[in-house]
């Protein structure tokens, strides 16, 4: 079957990403809308079928690389792949003169898992990266049955301290524009406490901005008295929804406001219809190292994972990112800089 490439337009690639099999949600237009916001280019390949519809494609995200050395583009939960090869192969050819001196891929396959991804995508050219961008582990949610078959799931801790609020006089609203504004100042009393990085303020503003249209975000935010203490703001793609930014005050931690608060966002993801939930992020280590060392650490992520843990999913692991090298000086002098600044680019 003959093949075209084009690009396509905003709302043509969404309803071919909602509908894909690997539906991301940073495969969205609204993702590349908030990114290019921060310093990115955003590119569309679409693969069309002789009808005009789309069958494969990457949303690509583009930016300098240090030094001002070329481009470097990034794939975040992409490509989607077609059935038919000749389709994925006209992908990787056209994903080749996007103008990157690499393109860094990380296929989504937390949900949907292939065993023969890596040797897909070993003979399409790619290499095993060093570098990761999004978190390779994480925890996923089944949404299946009822809200009581959801707690059941959980651990006896958690549950308990899901159901809190009432009791703990902790109330839970859905969040505004307006909110979305403040929320980045909560998630800095977060980092300044956790010891993480947390973007700027407008960082989230903008995210919640691109998503807020479609109704695919949503901020939750748990208060007492007037006084927020925590928020979490969610997202949902297709059959799942992510949990991807959580930030909390450090007043009234005892009311236990950041359990009662996800259960809402797991509620308002199971009532938009999502299947799953995706938590989002934990060490990227085996599941009997993060057991055996969980209660002792709580550097980097571990401390999340103590907390997630609790909700009763299953530990998910991706195929990791691989590069597609145009320009191996290129590359190479990024992987030494990348070494430099302590694995950060």
């Known amino acids: 079957m003959p093949y075209d490439i084009h690009t396509p337009t905003a709302s043509a690639w969404d309803a ?18 908030h990114q290019s916001r921060f310093g990115w280019q955003v590119q569309r390949f679409a693969i069309a079928n002789a009808k005009g519809q789309i069958v494969a494609g990457a949303q690509v995200l583009l930016r300098r690389l240090p030094l001002r050395l070329g481009r470097r583009a990034y ?13 994925n192969d006209l992908l990787w050819r056209a994903l080749r003169r996007c103008g ?42 089944d949404l299946s049955g009822t809200e009581d078959d959801i707690l059941r799931r959980m651990n006896q801790s ?4 899901c159901r809190l609020g009432q009791k703990k006089e902790v109330a839970v609203r859905l969040g505004t524009a307006a909110d979305a504004a403040h929320f980045g100042a909560l998630m800095q009393v977060t980092a300044e406490r956790d010891s993480f990085y947390a973007r700027p303020p407008a960082y989230y503003q903008s995210v919640y901005e691109a998503f807020a249209p479609s109704g695919e975000v949503a901020l939750l935010i748990a208060s007492h008295a007037g006084q927020d203490l925590a928020a979490v703001m969610v997202f949902r793609c297709g059959e799942t929804a992510y949990y991807l930014y959580g ?40 599941e009997a190292t993060l057991e ?17 843990r609790g909700f009763g999913g299953a530990l998910r692991r991706s195929v990791g990112a691989w590069d597609l090298v145009n320009n191996g000086a290129l590359y190479a002098l990024y992987l030494w800089y990348v070494r430099r600044q302590g694995g950060v680019a």
């Open 75 to 87: 794939l975040p939960a992409a490509p989607l792949f077609s059935t038919d090869e000749a389709a």
């Open 100 to 141: 990157a001196a690499f393109l860094k891929v990380e296929p989504c396959d937390w949900y949907r898992p292939r065993p023969d991804l890596p040797e897909r995508l070993t003979r399409a050219g790619l290499r095993l990266s060093p570098e990761t961008i999004q978190q390779p582990r994480t925890i996923v949610l």
């Open 16 to 33: 071919f990403v909602r509908a894909h099999a690997d539906a991301h949600i940073l495969q969205l237009s609204a993702w590349g809308t």
């Open 292 to 308: 055996a060392n969980f209660e002792e650490r709580d550097d980097g992520l571990w401390g999340v994972y103590k907390f997630k």
């Open 158 to 161: 958690t549950r308990y301290k």
């Open 247 to 286: 930030a909390s005050s450090n007043a009234e931690r005892n009311r236990m406001p950041t359990y009662i608060v996800q259960w809402e966002a797991i509620r308002w993801a199971k009532a938009a219809g999502a299947l799953r939930y995706d938590l989002w992020g934990v060490p990227d280590v085996d």
